[in-house]
């Protein structure tokens, strides 16, 4: 069985653009996302319209940051976290590009780069296009209550990140940041039913994928300068150092979370950290790409997490499955 | 990957162990505090009432208080404030009548988009409902008794 597809030094991440929510704008990574939304309606008459023109702008903005025009790009690899992925697919309506829908819940970003990766490698495709977006009043609405409801969080609840962003993925051959390669994850189900724990949910998913993409590359936990996992949040993270540990991988210094990266735990009141389609994707294509891109790191493995579960499957008493994907990413 | 159901329970003892623990104290310092404020702001409508008409009768003041406290709680959960209380003070801005109109006008204003009909009023009590259904049984219940005691 073949769980991670090698990309031999090939597939480039060449621009990446991004666009954040009021609240992640005051987050830590304020000053690395292309453009802050001032509000979270952004003038449109709902909260699917905003997400559905968040994400049609983000695309808009990768191509003018690119210099290129809808007819350069071969295929969009998306998803997003309504239902029907209706944020992908009415923005790809306003465009002229081939459109792949994805849904992996918050590691669809994961599993689009996997799959725009294999397109470059294999020449079907020249240029991709990766996205995801995910919008906290929409999934809050879709998967919990109404905003108004005068309701208390949970302790390990999470926040959802309002957010677009959108890779750039070709084929060069010079130095630059490049996929080098990706393990495709398995669904995992511990037994937990807590819609609102997401962190014990996702983090044996993303044990087991980064245990395997360990085992077929043949490194160890050393060899990347960050290991960098989707949305585990803080309970979630030291969860999964704790599980880690047990198969004795070393989950220290190098490790981190992009649901903690992008909240002031403190000064934001977000629970155990962010959550959604566009948390790991809003950390990569805004803090990590540019990172990679300075040098300042030089070999990451990002592991979108996602958490399965459907309104419908929880109120039915069903457990919640999960799922991650490891993408290594270098500069070669 | 499916863990079976002893493994699981294990998983699921392991991480109880470190989970956050609601801080109990204080949320129920907080209900407290919440929920007398609103009683006694409740009281405090009802004596304005008996000293403006002095001739209303008990019930008559008692319903007219709940109407007053309904219409506040609309409009403050219009203006999006009901939901800050709410998160601060919890069960005690749940119980009082003004958690139950919160209920019902949160889900009207977040489907208004759409549409009056299959929006609005479909979506009206999906938080509320079972609350009615529940108390419409019950008095059907109790008045079944009581028609043979």
């Not at chain 1, 031999?8 to 802050?36: H, M, N």
């Not at chain 1, 459109?99 to 819940?105: D, Q, R």
């Not at chain 1, 300068?225 to 047990?246: E, M, Y």
Request: glycine letters at 12%; one cysteine or more.
């Amino acid at each position: 069985m073949v769980r991670t597809v090698f990309f031999d030094r090939d597939v480039a991440i060449t621009q990446t653009s991004s666009i954040a929510g009021p609240k992640e704008g005051e987050g830590p990574l304020k000053k690395y996302y292309d453009y802050i939304l001032k509000d979270d309606i952004i003038g449109q008459k709902s909260h699917e319209h905003a997400e559905i023109m968040m994400q049609l702008q983000c695309i808009k903005q990768l191509l003018n940051k690119a210099h290129l025009s809808q007819n350069d790009v071969d295929c969009v690899f998306g998803g997003d976290l309504l239902d029907e992925i209706i944020g992908c697919n009415f923005a790809m309506r306003e465009l002229e590009i081939p459109f792949i829908g994805l849904y992996n819940a918050c590691a669809t970003f994961g599993e689009a780069l996997i799959l725009g990766a294999i397109m470059i490698h294999s020449d079907y495709m020249s240029k991709v296009i990766t996205t995801t977006t995910s919008h906290y009043a929409t999934a809050e609405r879709q998967y919990r209550f109404p905003l108004e409801l005068g309701s208390q969080r949970t302790p390990l609840s999470q926040w959802t990140v309002t957010g677009a962003g959108c890779s750039l993925l070709t084929k060069k051959e010079e130095v630059g940041v490049k996929v080098t390669s990706g393990t495709i994850g398995k669904v995992v189900d511990y037994g937990v039913s807590d819609a609102n724990d997401m962190g014990a949910v996702m983090a044996p998913a993303a044990l087991n994928t980064i245990v395997s993409h360990l085992s077929d590359t043949g490194r160890d936990e050393t060899y990347y300068d960050l290991i960098v996992t989707g949305d585990l949040g803080h309970g979630g993270s030291r969860l999964l150092q704790i599980l880690a540990k047990k198969e004795g991988l070393n989950l220290g210094k190098n490790y981190s979370d992009c649901g903690i990266l992008i909240f002031n735990r403190e000064g934001q009141d977000v629970g155990q950290g962010g959550s959604g389609a566009c948390c790991s994707n809003l950390v990569f294509n805004a803090y990590l790409y540019k990172m990679l891109s300075q040098g300042t790191l030089k070999k990451i493995l990002f592991v979108p997490t996602g958490a399965l579960l459907s309104k419908v499957s929880s109120l039915q008493g069903e457990t919640i499955p999960a799922i991650a994907h490891a993408v290594a990413i270098e500069v070669v | 990957m499916r863990l079976d159901k002893e493994q699981s329970k294990e998983y699921l003892a392991e991480i109880r162990k470190d989970m956050p623990k609601t801080k109990h104290v204080r949320t129920m310092v907080r209900a407290f505090l919440t929920g007398g404020i609103i009683c006694c702001i409740g009281q405090g409508i009802g004596d304005a009432i008996k000293a403006i008409f002095p001739s209303m009768q008990e019930d008559e003041v008692g319903g007219f208080v709940t109407m007053m406290m309904i219409l506040l709680t609309a409009i403050l959960t219009g203006i999006g404030v009901y939901d800050k209380i709410g998160a601060f003070g919890g069960a005690g801005s749940i119980v009082p009548i003004t958690g139950f109109a919160n209920s019902i006008v949160s889900p009207a204003i977040e489907h208004k988009r759409e549409g009056i009909v299959l929006g609005l009023c479909a979506n009206m009590f999906s938080i509320a409902g079972p609350v009615i259904v529940f108390g419409i049984s019950a008095s059907v219940l109790v008045g079944i008794i009581y028609c043979f005691i």
